[in-house]
C-alpha cells in the first residue's frame, strides 16, 4: 500500500483508510477476519467514532482483534469527538470524557489522531486548547484534527491550539465534488461555481492539512452508492470502460479518481465486505490520466465552463 505523510505530523500513513462505522454489522470472526485483511493489504488505518453503533463499534473491534501491545503496534487508530444527541459539543469536559471511553473501549493508552467531528455552534476554542494541551501532555492522543470544517473555523481554533491540524474529514465523492467544481468555474453564472465551504481544498492544500474524503461512493447525504446505479447510467458507463483498460473494478477505480487529485487525499471506505474493500486498496496501484479524471469528473454530471 502506498503511503502519504497525514498533514504536518510524523505519521506515515495509507493512502486508503479503513472506516469502521459498521463494524457492528459483522460476527466477532466476520470482524476479526475483516480486520486482519485490511492488514495484510496494507490498510492499518482505522477511522473510528465515538457515536458509531453508540460506542459499540470500537469495542467490537477491540474485541474481534484480541487487542494487546503487539496488535496495536501494527495500527494506526484514529477516532472523533463532539457529536451528542440533539447537539454539538466541543467543551473541554465532554472531549475529555469522550476520549477516555474511546481509550476504553478500543483498549488502548492512546489514540493516534483524534478529530473533532461536527463543528459546534457554541464552540469556545480556548477549552479546545485546554483539552488538547491535557490529552497530549498525557500521552492520550498524540495528533489532532477536525472533520467537516471550513477554513475560518479551523482559523478560529488555530488562534488557541497549540498542535497543528494534520486532517480535515470531508464528505467527497464524483458526484459530491463541490468542493472541486467550485474551484474550476471561478467568475461563472451556475450552480457549480458556488463556494459552499470557504474554498477548503485550497486552504487545506496551502497548510498541509490532508483531506480525508468520507462516503467516497455515496451521492447526496447518504442516499445511496452511485456505482451499479441507473441514476448515472453515464457515470457508471464511463468507469466501467476505464476499469476494463485497468483490469481492476468499478470500486477501484472511484477511489482511484479521488487518489489522483494532487492534494494527496485519504479516502474512508465504509465497506464491511472483504473483496470491496480489496478492491479499495488496489487504487494504490492505479494511477488515473489527466484525459480519464476529467471524462470521469464530466460523466457525473459536472461541468466546465
Not at 470531508?170 to 472541486?180: D, E, P, R, Y
Not at 480525508?212 to 442516499?223: A, I, L
Request: include cysteine; aromatic fraction near 8%.
Amino acid at each position: 500500500m502506498r503511503t502519504i505523510q497525514l498533514g504536518t505530523s510524523t505519521l506515515q500513513v495509507p493512502v486508503v483508510a479503513v472506516g469502521c462505522m459498521r463494524i457492528n454489522r459483522l460476527s466477532k470472526p466476520e470482524a476479526e477476519k475483516f480486520i486482519r485483511t485490511a492488514l495484510e493489504e496494507g490498510a492499518n488505518f482505522f477511522d473510528h467514532a465515538d457515536i458509531y453503533g453508540g460506542g459499540a463499534c470500537e469495542a467490537i473491534f477491540a474485541d474481534a482483534i484480541g487487542m494487546n501491545a503487539e496488535i496495536r503496534s501494527s495500527m494506526i487508530l484514529q477516532s472523533k469527538v463532539g457529536i451528542r444527541k440533539g447537539m454539538f459539543d466541543f467543551s473541554k469536559e465532554h472531549i475529555l470524557s469522550s476520549v477516555d471511553g474511546i481509550l476504553k473501549r478500543l483498549r488502548t493508552d492512546y489514540l493516534d489522531v483524534l478529530l473533532l467531528h461536527r463543528p459546534d455552534a457554541l464552540v469556545e476554542p480556548e477549552e479546545v486548547a485546554e483539552a488538547f494541551d491535557q490529552l497530549h501532555s498525557s500521552g492520550k492522543v498524540r495528533w489532532f484534527g477536525v472533520s467537516n470544517q471550513k477554513p475560518m473555523q479551523i482559523e478560529l481554533l488555530k488562534r488557541y491550539v497549540r498542535q497543528p491540524i494534520v486532517a480535515n474529514q470531508l464528505q467527497l465523492s464524483i458526484t459530491n465534488a463541490t468542493m472541486i467544481s467550485n474551484g474550476i468555474n471561478v467568475n461563472m453564472e451556475n450552480d457549480s461555481a458556488i463556494d459552499r465551504d470557504g474554498s477548503v481544498l485550497d486552504y487545506c492544500r496551502l497548510h498541509d492539512i490532508t483531506i480525508q474524503p468520507w462516503s467516497p461512493f455515496q451521492y447526496g447525504f447518504f442516499e445511496g452508492v452511485f456505482l451499479d446505479n441507473p441514476k448515472f447510467p453515464e457515470l457508471n458507463k464511463k468507469i466501467d470502460e476505464i476499469a476494463a483498460n485497468h483490469g481492476v473494478s468499478n470500486t477501484t477505480i472511484a477511489i482511484a479518481w479521488l487518489l489522483r487529485h494532487p492534494a494527496k487525499m485519504q479516502p474512508v471506505t465504509g465497506t464491511m465486505n472483504i473483496d470491496r474493500l480489496r478492491d479499495c486498496c488496489k487504487a494504490s496501484e492505479v494511477h488515473l490520466s489527466r484525459e480519464e479524471w476529467y471524462e470521469i469528473y464530466r460523466a457525473a454530471g459536472n461541468i466546465l465552463p
